[in-house]
């Protein structure tokens, strides 16, 4: 549906109106506790407008509820290991994070084929927010996109190139990353306005592949996911990654299933200081 100026004032108006009862945190990266409501026109990089009016997003999504998107890409990229967490059970989310976060991991990624998955990352925003970055992935459409945000995802990603995706994501103040496996896919990915391409599944690729890829196209910014693990995490950042999604390899489903949270997180700080040391080296 097109919004005329009118319904889009409208809109803005309303969605102004219900954040005015929403709670104010406050804390480091936080914002001032104001109830600011931040409405832009969402741009792709081939200079269309989207279609889609940010004024139609979320109320949820205010500046005083998020962090800054550039905060977040901070928090992505530095260290630059994205933890992916497909959980066996809602309950385990808070304590894995917990693991994940002793260890130095500063985003984590819980997939939608996580039981009651929306529900985790409301809690886990609630509980453990304030320390680091929560997103979602395995999100395969508009209505999912929407309501991770209600739940409170900092960012998304997906393994498929949904780019009408990214006016959400960018309405709402949160990068987004949209999948892709070939030159041309990146590419269009890129020009959608998606603040990162998500290499799935890198597995079959390798770091030469992306090498040979930013060759031509040195601004794809390229998280490879699938096949990632400590033996190839330096290859990946030196091929020019600006992080790494990383899986089974660091939450295994011995892990999930034992519990062994102490073993997360000896796990954790293992990748933490293996992409650390392959960007000073």
Not at 46 to 66: C, I, K, R, Y
Not at 114 to 120: F, G, S, V
Not at 128 to 157: K, M, N, P, Q, Y
Request: charge should be positive; glycine fraction near 8%; hydrophobic fraction near 45%.
């Amino acid at each position: 549906m097109t919004l005329t100026p009118c319904t889009y004032l409208e809109r803005a108006a309303t969605l102004a109106r219900r954040a005015s009862s929403f709670p104010s945190p406050q804390g480091e990266g936080w914002g001032e506790g104001k109830r600011t409501l931040r409405i832009q026109p969402a741009h792709r990089r081939d200079g269309n407008a989207s279609e889609e009016q940010p004024a139609l997003l979320l109320s949820a999504q205010l500046n005083n509820n998020m962090r800054t998107k550039s905060a977040i890409i901070s928090l992505l990229t530095d260290p630059g290991i994205i933890a992916i967490v497909r959980a066996q059970q809602a309950a385990q989310v808070v304590p894995l994070f917990e693991a994940l976060i002793a260890g130095g991991v500063r985003a984590i990624e819980i997939t939608m084929t996580t039981p009651n998955a929306l529900a985790a990352i409301r809690e886990a925003r609630e509980k453990i927010g304030e320390r680091a970055s929560i997103g979602v992935g395995t999100v395969l459409d508009a209505d999912t996109c929407r309501a991770a945000f209600a739940a409170g995802a900092e960012f998304v990603v997906t393994p498929i190139c949904r780019t009408e995706l990214v006016a959400i994501a960018h309405g709402a103040g949160c990068p987004i990353m949209l999948g892709a496996y070939t030159a041309t896919e990146a590419q269009l990915a890129h020009e959608a306005g998606t603040d990162f391409i998500k290499l799935f599944p890198a597995d079959g690729l390798g770091a030469g592949y992306i090498k040979a890829l930013r060759a031509p196209l040195p601004h794809l910014r390229i998280v490879p996911t699938g096949g990632v693990d400590l033996q190839n995490v330096a290859e990946f950042l030196k091929a020019g990654c600006v992080a790494l999604g990383v899986g089974s390899s660091l939450v295994s489903a011995k892990i999930l299933q034992e519990a062994d949270w102490p073993e997360l997180t000896r796990r954790a700080s293992a990748f933490v200081t293996a992409a650390r040391q392959a960007r000073s080296g």
